[in-house]
């Protein structure tokens, strides 16, 4: 741009975080303790990929998260499994905890008031999600199941997967788990389950939800935060998205795809709610890109049209032709 | 014996294993293939203690038992959990599994045709487990619960550990559990389970109607038999009994205690039914032994009037007076 323009046709400013793997636990202040110096008209999200049929995506929205580490202690101490016929164990309790979480037919949550403050999609974010490429086929033949929770399919497997929160045990231990048999009635089990939410669900409240439910059920679990997320989404009507999406247009010459949120979850909630900007995820990854897993890797030719993706709504944010 | 009456005054055959703590997994069939060599009238079990108030306790059974470690596979490989909006994983359905074989108010056990096959309690191992000691209080205290499974107390409890099967969930494991979070959608969770048996359940059964329970709940569970062994226990009215009983009094100059079944494990079914003799448990043990624990122990007293309990009892055996 500079080579071009001689300068910067607007002010950008950089923000960066090292934190999102382990839940941004620190962004959220930092961001409003730097609220003045981070003040913008619009956000970037460094966030997006070319799908399958080599679409750029553009995101508009992201969950939120609730992360909780439980323990529960049945006993004083680990015991003969003989007395199981009058003393339940930890490992049988800690099952039925997880169990009472969600229905296995449906896949519903069955914590009261976990969907109470779900916001439901938009006409205009049903009709952007209805267009999207979904492969189930695909989609299933690559995780290694037969069929998705409930049975749903196509744009209800879609809504649920974007606007639907979620409840995940993530692991779970207790008594013996070596080789071979021991016969005991184990003390302790700790597990953890992550909730994936969406707006306007806020992740302290859903915690103290899950708490309630399983003092209603009569399980004794103490229950941590690991960490705590709100989801966010910037509006499909916002003129920023317009701009963005006409610029990557210009910039790749292919057809986008606009992706009203994602089914993952980062700290989007603390810059857009905090600073009150539009926010737009548009970034170097390609659907096979390998996210989180060995070998995970971009491609050269993705990186380049980035940069030019990236100049291209400077200039347009900036009113150039 | 010999140095009292020159001789020992009946035959005496010795039968010692090494497995039992691993379920006794080679004892049948041995006791099978020498059924010549240990035949015999009637069978001293060395398993027995003195009870809080120092009265020796003999034993006429045994709970069997079932061991089942369970695999269950959801995914062809870990996920994002972002997918659990449309993917449940192992953990999650490990916990239903585990959760749905077993009420929690009342702790019955829900696979089908579980029952069928329990032997009630005769009205005279009734009536010797109502005047049984039990101090129900400093059991709870002991293990650290508030109150039994299903809010059982007294003989009702007593009723439990003797002539109930029990339903454990001795140990599970499944994708994260070190510190701090991880947002894993688990492939794969393993368990281990055991059932205690009473007469008449088959543990080869018992497992069958735990795998046919979790096909009928839609559970994809693979399951290994690691221990089976079947209850056994020696009728009140057998002549054997009265004959220890005064044999015990006389050589301890104390009261006893009868208890019809014990709620531990062993493999008394092989001697018992394969041999066909009436099997009597009496031993050296005390109540402080604090079995399968650090600092197991026994009392030297105890030892020296167990060899006077046995040469009491091999007197009576062979018609001395």
Redesign the interface.
């Known amino acids: 741009l500079q080579v071009v323009h001689g300068r910067l046709p607007c002010r950008v400013k950089f923000l960066v975080e090292g934190e999102e793997e382990?839940?941004s636990v620190h962004f959220g202040r930092y961001v409003e303790a730097h609220r003045d110096i981070l003040r913008a008209d619009a956000c970037i999200w460094e966030f997006g990929q070319r799908d399958i049929k080599e679409r750029l995506v553009i995101t508009l929205g992201i969950?939120g998260?609730c992360?909780l580490?439980l323990e529960l202690v049945?006993?004083?101490?680990d015991?003969?499994?003989?007395?199981?016929?009058?003393?339940?164990?930890a490992?049988?309790?800690?099952?039925?905890a997880?169990?009472?979480l969600?229905d296995?037919a449906a896949?519903r949550v069955l914590v009261e008031g976990f969907y109470d403050k779900v916001r439901q999609p938009s006409p205009r974010e049903m009709e952007a999600t209805r267009i999207l490429p979904f492969d189930e086929e695909e989609v299933k033949q690559?995780?290694?199941?037969k069929q998705?929770?409930g049975g749903?399919t196509g744009l209800d497997?879609q809504l649920?997967?974007l606007y639907?929160?979620?409840?995940?045990?993530?692991?779970?231990?207790?008594?013996?788990?070596g080789q071979?048999?021991?016969?005991?009635?184990?003390r302790r089990?700790?597990?953890?389950v992550?909730f994936?939410l969406v707006p306007d669900q806020d992740p302290e409240e859903i915690k103290q939800l899950v708490q309630r439910h399983f003092e209603q059920q009569?399980f004794d679990v103490k229950m941590t935060l690991?960490?705590g997320e709100r989801a966010y989404r910037t509006s499909l009507d916002d003129p920023f998205v317009a701009l963005v999406s006409g610029a990557s247009r210009e910039a790749t010459g292919r057809e986008i795809t606009i992706h009203p949120t994602?089914?993952?979850?980062g700290p989007m909630y603390d810059v857009g709610h905090t600073l009150g900007v539009p926010i737009v995820g548009v970034g170097a990854g390609f659907w096979g890109g390998r996210?989180?897993a060995p070998n995970e890797s971009m491609r050269l030719a993705d990186f380049e049209e980035t940069i030019f993706v990236m100049a291209r709504i400077i200039e347009r944010f900036a009113g150039l032709p």
């Open positions: 382990i839940g969950k998260i992360y580490d049945a006993t004083s101490r015991l003969h499994s003989s007395l199981g016929a009058i003393v339940d164990g490992a049988t309790k800690m099952a039925w997880l169990a009472s969600k296995a896949g690559s995780v290694g199941v998705f929770i749903v497997a649920r997967l639907q929160p979620t409840c995940t045990v993530c692991g779970f231990e207790s008594g013996y788990t071979g048999s021991k016969t005991v009635l184990p089990a700790r597990a953890k992550d994936r009569g690991l960490g994602s089914a993952g979850t996210a989180h």
